[in-house]
C-alpha cells in the first residue's frame, strides 16, 4: 500500500496531469497485473503498458509521484513496481533470459 503520509493533498493542481495522461482512457488491467501473472505474458503486457507511457506527456510526473509515495503497484510514469523498487534501492534487479 502506498505511504498515505506521502501522498500529496487532495488538491486539483495536485493532480491535475493525471487529466492529461496517454493511459487515461485505456482500461487500468493494462496497467496493473492480475494476481498470479508471471512470465512472457506479465513482460508482454508490462512492455505495452511502458509504450503507452513513453509517449505520455506527463511522464515525469507520473513518475515522480509513483516513487515519491512508493506505488506498491502498477505501471507508473513507465515504470514497473520492479523497476521503482531497483530505483528506491529496495531490491536488486530482475535479470530475464531471452524467449
Same mark, same amino acid.
Given at each position: 500500500?502506498?505511504e498515505?503520509?506521502?501522498?500529496?493533498?487532495?488538491?486539483?493542481?495536485?493532480?491535475?496531469?493525471?487529466?492529461?495522461?496517454?493511459?487515461?482512457?485505456?482500461?487500468?488491467?493494462? /496497467? /496493473?497485473?492480475?494476481?498470479?501473472?508471471?512470465?512472457?505474458?506479465?513482460?508482454?503486457?508490462?512492455?505495452?503498458?511502458?509504450?503507452?507511457?513513453?509517449?505520455?506527456?506527463?511522464?515525469?510526473?507520473?513518475?515522480?509521484?509513483?516513487l515519491?509515495?512508493?506505488?506498491?503497484?502498477?505501471?507508473?510514469?513507465?515504470?514497473?513496481?520492479?523497476?521503482?523498487?531497483?530505483?528506491?534501492?529496495?531490491?536488486?534487479?530482475?535479470?530475464?533470459?531471452?524467449?
Open positions: 500500500m502506498a498515505l503520509s506521502r501522498l500529496p493533498l487532495p488538491i486539483a493542481d495536485h493532480w491535475e496531469w493525471q487529466y492529461e495522461g496517454a493511459c487515461r482512457e485505456l482500461p487500468a488491467e493494462m /496497467f /496493473f497485473h492480475p494476481d498470479g501473472e508471471r512470465g512472457p505474458r506479465r513482460r508482454n503486457r508490462e512492455n505495452a503498458a511502458k509504450a503507452v507511457c513513453a509517449s505520455c506527456p506527463v511522464i515525469a510526473a507520473c513518475r515522480a509521484h509513483a515519491a509515495v512508493q506505488e506498491p503497484y502498477g505501471i507508473w510514469g513507465g515504470l514497473s513496481e520492479d523497476d521503482r523498487a531497483v530505483l528506491l534501492g529496495k531490491e536488486e534487479p530482475t535479470i530475464y533470459e531471452a524467449s
